[in-house]
């Protein structure tokens, strides 16, 4: 099952601009996480951040959480062509578990 | 450092064949690995939680007889695709939560593309 949903389904871009992506869960998380998937790859993790956690930054990265409103954003600043690729959000649920459930991904085209 | 080994990385066979992926962690313990299904242009679907020592935890319809899976170590889990028909074609991606907590991130394998024909 997916815990959350990802908005834009996809986008595309220009090179230098930004690039926001939103993601929306149902039920109470320890943590979100971001991954970008290259295409037909296995997933590399961008950014954690914590249910207690507002903002996190890591170089052009930044993402929010918002746990009222279960939502959490990814923004890339300065986009890159290399850039390009999907992003999911995941969440571990509350409780004991340790499971990581995806969103639904946004598909990032930055164009040169 | 935090390198995950998913072996192979593609694979086509015959249906009716078994096939059996592995996922390793090469520098890190980890007592509990998951593994993930995609299907083209579609996000990751939880399969199961690969616990070592003990049995596996399957979502909701994955068939345990279908989908095997062994723990055995610390550092090795393995995916085995028993009679596997062409329904079964589907990229799969193992990751491994080291023991050093659940915050920390999970560590994938760049994933195995199977193809039954």
């Known amino acids: 099952s997916q815990q959350g949903e990802e908005d834009p389904q996809a986008l595309s871009i220009q090179e230098g601009e930004n690039a926001t992506m939103n993601c929306s869960y149902k039920?109470?998380?320890?943590?979100l996480q971001w991954y970008r998937q290259n295409s037909g790859r296995g997933l590399v993790h961008l950014i954690l951040?914590?249910?207690?956690?507002r903002e996190k930054h890591s170089g052009r990265l930044r993402v929010t959480l918002d746990t009222s409103k279960k939502s959490s954003s990814l923004l890339i600043t300065a986009s890159r062509a290399a850039d390009t690729a999907s992003y999911f959000c995941a969440t571990v649920l509350g409780g004991a578990t340790n499971k990581l459930i995806f969103g639904t991904g946004t598909l990032l085209a930055v164009q040169p | 450092g935090a390198v995950v080994s998913q072996h192979p990385s593609w694979v086509i066979c015959k249906s009716g064949t078994s096939v059996k992926i592995e996922c390793r962690s090469l520098d890190f313990q980890a007592t509990t690995m998951f593994w993930y299904r995609q299907f083209p242009k579609q996000s990751l679907m939880l399969m199961a939680t690969?616990?070592?020592?003990?049995?596996?935890?399957?979502e909701q319809g994955v068939e345990k007889d279908k989908f095997l899976i062994n723990h055995a170590s610390l550092t090795l889990s393995t995916l085995t695709v028993t009679s596997a028909h062409p329904e079964d074609s589907s990229f799969y991606i193992c990751?491994?939560?080291?023991?050093?907590?659940?915050?920390?991130?999970?560590?994938f394998g760049n994933g195995t593309r199977l193809t039954v024909t």
């Open positions: 690969s616990n070592e020592g003990s049995k596996a935890t399957y």
């Open positions: 039920t109470s998380i320890n943590n």
């Open positions: 990751s491994a939560l080291p023991d050093s907590g659940r915050n920390s991130p999970l560590h």
């Open positions: 951040i914590r249910s207690n956690e």
